[in-house]
């Protein structure tokens, strides 16, 4: 699905305008509108120092389960200066102001390219050097084609593909992340684990949650109310009763998910044995 924006001029502003209050937009034109401002406003801080800017997560895949942030990559020449920071900094409190929500839930790396094309994660060159924990994860996805290329080239040119042991480190991140957060966002913590069996038992990462969760709704039925409630919820239906109902299963839900992960794991190495033993000799 990847996608490539009409290039802007340097000079040019954008064709985006703020988003006034009592405006309604759809959730596309929003990540239009957002990524317009945002890579002019990008081009006019780094210059030349801007090798590269994409959009991957929720936002590019084309499935009905609303977006609720944007994931990004920012890919830099160069490290950035004191004073860039400063005025990025500014750029992204103007974003947050000028089209919310989404431009409030912003989630991104501003990565050295040489580090980029590297497969140990990179850190942030803004917001504390943070570590991109879900690298091998967020590489794959864009590298599938799950990706708005908003400026640079085809992002191939650039990440490298992941190997098995790096996804399952990051798989068992996400994992950690989710356990970490289930009594502040119960229904994220529920498609996030549908995902994470989905991407275990067929060793297919590149999925929505949307996807994800359709798929376990079918194979666990026994779940089916708490997947529906997550969705519920994501498109901010939920009742004060479903948030209470995913908080008191959220961590029952954990543990079957658990269960599901180790035995797909097991399985996983059961098959690569079998395989090993029907090679012959060398």
């Known amino acids: 699905m990847q996608a490539t924006w009409p290039p802007l001029c340097s000079g040019q502003p954008p064709d985006a305008q703020p988003l006034g209050k009592g405006k309604k937009m759809t959730i596309e034109g929003q990540v239009s509108a957002i990524g317009r401002a945002f890579v002019y406003g990008l081009r006019r801080i780094l210059g030349d120092k801007l090798y590269g800017l994409y959009i991957y997560g929720a936002?590019?895949?084309?499935?009905?389960?609303?977006?609720?942030?944007?994931?990004?990559?920012?890919?830099?020449?160069?490290?950035?200066?004191?004073?860039?920071?400063?005025?990025?900094?500014?750029?992204?409190?103007?974003?947050?102001?000028?089209?919310?929500?989404?431009?409030?839930?912003?989630?991104?790396?501003?990565?050295?390219?040489?580090?980029?094309?590297?497969?140990?994660?990179?850190?942030?060159?803004?917001?504390?050097?943070?570590?991109?924990?879900?690298?091998?994860?967020?590489?794959?996805?864009?590298?599938?084609?799950?990706?708005?290329?908003?400026?640079?080239?085809?992002?191939?040119?650039?990440?490298?593909?992941?190997?098995?042991?790096?996804?399952?480190?990051?798989?068992?991140?996400?994992?950690?992340?989710?356990?970490?957060?289930?009594?502040?966002?119960p229904h994220y913590c529920i498609l996030?684990?549908?995902?994470?069996?989905?991407?275990?038992?067929?060793?297919?990462?590149?999925?929505?949650?949307?996807?994800?969760?359709?798929?376990?709704?079918?194979?666990?039925?026994?779940?089916?109310r708490h997947i529906e409630l997550a969705r519920k919820s994501y498109a901010r239906q939920a009742t004060p009763e479903d948030r209470k109902f995913m908080l008191t299963e959220i961590r029952a839900f954990l543990e079957f998910a658990r269960t599901q992960i180790e035995r797909a794991r097991q399985r996983w190495r059961q098959q690569g044995a079998a395989a090993d033993a029907d090679k012959p000799p060398r």
């Open 59 to 185: 936002a590019a895949f084309p499935d009905d389960l609303p977006t609720g942030d944007i994931d990004f990559h920012v890919i830099l020449t160069d490290s950035l200066t004191d004073d860039e920071r400063s005025r990025l900094y500014e750029l992204h409190d103007s974003l947050a102001r000028d089209f919310p929500p989404l431009g409030v839930d912003m989630d991104g790396y501003y990565i050295l390219l040489a580090d980029a094309r590297g497969a140990q994660p990179p850190q942030s060159q803004m917001w504390q050097r943070a570590t991109d924990k879900s690298w091998a994860l967020h590489r794959q996805h864009i590298r599938a084609g799950q990706v708005l290329v908003l400026h640079g080239p085809d992002p191939k040119e650039i990440y490298p593909p992941a190997t098995w042991p790096e996804i399952e480190q990051a798989l068992e991140g996400e994992l950690q992340y989710v356990e970490d957060h289930l009594g502040e966002y």
């Open 192 to 224: 996030q684990l549908c995902r994470l069996i989905y991407s275990h038992e067929t060793r297919d990462i590149v999925v929505s949650k949307a996807h994800a969760s359709d798929w376990a709704g079918d194979a666990f039925p026994e779940w089916r």
